[in-house]
C-alpha cells in the first residue's frame, strides 16, 4: 500500500476503491485518455476519497485530497520529477516558487531544520488553501506561504485557470482573471532574506519572466536553480548562462523544447 487514510473508514474506501480498479483494468480495454483520467481510476471509484487525508509513503507525510489530481501529485511525485535533485540542507533558505499543494514545500521545511526557512509562492487561492493544510497536517513551522505569483516585475497580471489546479498559471494574453505577482528581488527585499541558497520553480511557462526579476538575488546569493521548463527550455538556459550559471543536470519527458526539468549551479 503506497497509501493509507487517516481514518480506518478512509482506508477501508481506499482498499476497496484499488480492488474495484484491479478488476475493472483487467477486464477492460485502457480508456482513451488513460486510466488515470478515467472515472474507473482508483481515486474516484466506487467511493469518492474528497475531503479525506492520506498518507503518502514517498513524501512521508498526510495531505489533504481536494481533488482526485492532488492524489496522483502527493504519492508518485518521484515517478515523474527528479525529486532528488532538489537537496537543501540544515539552514538552508528555501524559495518554493509555484509551491501548488506543499511536494517540495514539505521536502525541504524537513531537510532545513528549525534553523532554516521556506518560502513558499502561490497565487492560486484554492491550491494555497490546500497547501497551508498540507503544512500544518505535517507540524511544518518553518514556512512563509506568500499568495503572490512570481514575474520580472512586481504588479498586477492575467491569470487563467484550469481544472486541474497543478495547469493553473499567468497568462497575459488569454487569461481572464487579475492577480498581483512579484520579482524575486522585490521578494527577497520585502522579507529581508539575509540569504537564499535554493530556488525551486515550477510555474508553467511563465520561468524566463520569473527568472528576469532575480537578477540581483542569483547574482548576490548564487542559489542553486531547480527549474521545471516549459516550452522555454533555450531562453532559460540563455538567461543562466548569463547570470554566470551552468547547467548541471537535465531531464526531458518530451522535447527539450517541451518540457523537462533543469538543475544548475554556478561553478
Not at 481533488?67 to 527528479?82: G, V, W
Not at 503544512?135 to 486541474?164: K, R, Y
Not at 498581483?180 to 520561468?207: Q, Y
Request: net charge negative.
Amino acid at each position: 500500500m503506497d497509501t493509507y487514510g487517516q481514518s480506518a473508514a478512509t482506508t477501508a474506501k481506499v482498499l476497496c476503491n484499488k480492488l474495484s480498479y484491479a478488476v475493472v483494468r483487467g477486464t477492460s480495454k485502457p480508456p482513451r485518455d488513460g486510466w488515470l483520467h478515467s472515472r474507473w481510476h482508483w481515486s474516484r471509484s466506487p467511493f469518492s476519497l474528497r475531503n479525506q487525508i492520506l498518507w503518502s509513503r514517498s513524501l512521508g507525510a498526510w495531505f489533504h485530497v481536494e481533488e482526485e489530481s492532488t492524489i496522483e501529485n502527493m504519492l508518485n511525485m518521484p515517478a515523474y520529477e527528479p525529486v532528488t535533485w532538489v537537496a537543501p540542507e540544515r539552514g538552508n533558505v528555501v524559495l518554493d516558487i509555484g509551491a501548488h499543494i506543499g511536494w517540495y514545500s514539505i521536502q525541504a521545511a524537513r531537510a532545513v531544520g528549525d534553523s532554516g526557512r521556506v518560502i513558499a509562492l502561490e497565487p492560486d487561492e484554492s491550491n494555497r488553501q490546500q497547501l497551508e493544510r498540507n503544512l500544518a497536517l505535517n507540524q511544518i513551522a518553518n514556512h512563509t506561504i506568500v499568495p503572490l505569483a512570481a514575474w520580472s516585475a512586481t504588479g498586477p497580471v492575467h491569470w487563467s485557470s484550469s481544472e486541474v489546479s497543478v495547469w493553473n498559471k499567468i497568462d497575459e494574453v488569454g487569461g481572464s482573471k487579475t492577480i498581483e505577482a512579484i520579482s524575486v528581488d522585490d521578494l527577497v527585499t520585502r522579507l529581508s532574506l539575509p540569504r537564499v541558497d535554493w530556488i525551486k520553480m515550477d510555474i508553467e511557462g511563465a520561468e524566463t519572466e520569473a527568472l528576469t526579476g532575480a537578477k540581483v538575488t542569483l547574482r548576490r546569493f548564487h542559489p542553486a536553480l531547480f527549474i521545471e521548463v516549459h516550452e522555454c527550455t533555450e531562453e532559460v538556459h540563455r538567461l543562466l548562462a548569463g547570470y554566470g550559471y551552468s547547467i548541471e543536470r537535465e531531464s526531458f519527458d518530451q522535447s527539450p523544447e517541451r518540457h523537462g526539468w533543469i538543475l544548475a549551479r554556478q561553478p
